[in-house]
């Protein structure tokens, strides 16, 4: 499976564009047709962006992007063709500090950013400003190889901005299950319930809301966040 049809398998957001005319040099040529999707780290955005009732600015870019080769295209320099690496995002009030603060806490990784830009500046991914930018709203860049990446940033931004960063609470889900490593979210073949398994005991998820502060919380942790299918749900119910 390549990388572009796994991003498509994840269910992220994809589509297709002809090069303008009026594009650069830089292939494919005018009228090419290019199949594009986002990139794991540019979803996770776009819906905790959602979430938020952030305004989005944009994942895949305007003819005006599409004429010229760079992370708001399928066609970015030196990127994998047909991934989108980049989002446009309006930030609420505090909302630049709290990225920043993010970018310089040690055990907080933005290594899977490229750089971004925001209030007029460019900072590399440790929140370091390296440049002068036109753009007033953030644009983040994601770098080559997080393209598969879950990344919880617009989530923890907002914690901060509400001062509840860092106290994240267990889900209930976890509680019942008795643990938190090891535990995955499966559902069976053909049915609609999702239940958060392991160790031979496994609890199902009341709904939706359930499901995403579960998914939140693998996401913060580095795990597996993902729907697993199963044949046969095993282990006893909690």
């Not at 002809?18 to 999707?37: E, I, L």
């Not at 030196?78 to 970018?103: H, I, M, N, S």
């Not at 310089?104 to 929140?127: E, H, M, P, S």
């Not at 976890?174 to 049915?191: N, T």
């Amino acid at each position: 499976m390549t990388l572009v049809s796994d991003l498509k398998k994840r269910g992220n957001v994809a589509g297709f564009y002809k090069r303008p005319a009026g594009s650069d040099g830089y292939p494919p040529t005018t009228g090419t047709r290019v199949d594009w999707v986002l990139a794991q780290p540019v979803q996770d955005l776009l819906e905790q962006g959602k979430r938020l009732k952030w305004a989005n600015k944009g994942t895949i870019g305007n003819p005006d992007h599409l004429k010229k080769h760079g992370d708001h295209t399928g066609h970015s320099l030196g990127k994998v063709r047909g991934v989108v690496y980049a989002k446009d995002t309006a930030l609420p009030k505090g909302g630049k500090d709290a990225l920043l603060y993010l970018c310089k806490l040690a055990n907080y990784d933005t290594r899977w950013i490229d750089f971004f830009n925001v209030d007029g500046g460019q900072y590399n991914y440790a929140g370091k400003r390296v440049a002068a930018s036109s753009d007033q709203h953030l644009h983040v860049s994601v770098k080559r190889g997080a393209e598969t990446l879950r990344v919880s940033l617009f989530d923890d931004i907002a914690a901060v901005l509400a001062g509840t960063f860092g106290k994240r609470q267990t889900p209930a889900a976890f509680q019942r299950l008795g643990f938190v490593d090891g535990a995955l979210l499966v559902r069976r073949e053909g049915e609609a319930t999702v239940w958060l398994a392991g160790r031979g005991k496994r609890t199902k998820l009341a709904d939706g809301k359930e499901l995403e502060l579960v998914r939140q919380y693998l996401q913060a942790r580095g795990a597996q966040d993902g729907i697993v299918p199963v044949g046969v749900l095993s282990g006893d119910v909690v």
